[in-house]
């Protein structure tokens, strides 16, 4: 599920003991996306992708709209910027769906981890877009994030073969939806984004759904399906929690924590475990993710005021 700073642009600050709440709903909220990924991949053998995916967003939009508009009014409902909350919910939609047919194809693991390249991803467009400046050792690290991509794709060794295109796309349409978050987080509230943004993906897949309805017969598949969407709705809420309470420079380097919770549910509900190269690459992508955010948060902790824990 994509995450960002985005839903940090409001922090409501409050020292050491909102920073390690604010730690762990984050990793409450990436266990849930691991739960969810888990799922996903059981459900996108059995159901067409977009009807699966209507159900999730249909889900989490109600559920998102249920629990968010009573704390925050009618003005939740009001953007100042409503094309571009349309075209994160659109990027949001994509990548939703790349990584509904990438779990189909790959392990969670190997599926998370490469997926998880995308804040270092971010950090390069930064550069290229805004031009920013990064030290030549944030370089070196999102250098090997990217190695350690190439470590569990491996390009002609068979071992995930052409599937990988699509983690590898869901990264890059990622980047530029937490570009976008980014942007968004310094003008409109966290909560309107999120509702924006379930909703759009409730909407397109409601006008696609009647081409791609099923008899599915199953309980056990539709049971799966709604706990998809509870899964997606509880750990975006969670998210929103946790950057009210800390800083993203302090909370991005538990994100990392879900290429562990991806690959623990890959082994429990299906019995894989990544091999010998694959663990080399999610070991260097979650220790460069790290680092990369370690960097950022020394940069920006004077201006972010952000809590010390």
């Not at 984004?193 to 099923?214: D, E, K, N, Q, R």
Request: charged content about 5%.
């Amino acid at each position: 599920m994509p995450s960002g700073p985005g839903y940090g642009a409001r922090r409501t600050a409050g020292g050491s003991a909102a920073a390690l709440g604010g730690i762990g709903f984050l990793v409450t909220a990436v266990a849930c996306f691991a739960i969810l990924d888990a799922a996903t991949k059981i459900v996108a053998l059995a159901v067409p992708a977009l009807m699966a995916l209507w159900v999730r967003y249909m889900l989490q939009a109600i559920l998102s709209t249920a629990v968010l508009l009573p704390l925050h009014g009618r003005g939740l409902l009001r953007s100042s910027q409503p094309r571009l909350q349309l075209l994160r919910g659109l990027l949001l939609s994509i990548c939703t769906t790349m990584a509904f047919f990438g779990l189909r194809l790959m392990p969670v693991g190997e599926f998370t981890a490469i997926v998880m390249v995308t804040p270092l991803a971010v950090s390069v467009l930064s550069v290229v877009l805004f031009k920013e400046k990064i030290a030549p050792l944030h370089w070196l690290l999102i250098a090997g994030g990217f190695i350690g991509t190439l470590f569990i794709v491996r390009p002609g060794s068979g071992y995930i073969g052409w599937a990988a295109l699509l983690p590898l796309a869901c990264m890059a349409g990622n980047s530029a939806y937490q570009l976008l978050t980014s942007h968004l987080g310094k003008s409109e509230n966290p909560a309107t984004t999120h509702l924006y943004s379930v909703w759009v993906g409730a909407m397109l897949s409601s006008l696609l759904l009647p081409i791609s309805w099923a008899v599915v017969d199953s309980p056990w598949i539709w049971s799966l399906m709604l706990f998809i969407g509870i899964m997606g709705a509880a750990g975006h809420f969670l998210l929103v929690l946790a950057y009210q309470r800390a800083s993203a420079a302090i909370l991005m380097p538990y994100l990392y924590i879900h290429i562990g919770f991806a690959v623990l549910a890959g082994w429990l509900v299906f019995g894989h475990v990544p091999d010998h190269w694959a663990q080399i690459g999610m070991g260097l992508i979650a220790l460069c993710g790290v680092g990369s955010a370690w960097m950022t948060a020394r940069q920006s902790r004077p201006a972010m005021q952000a809590p010390a824990i």
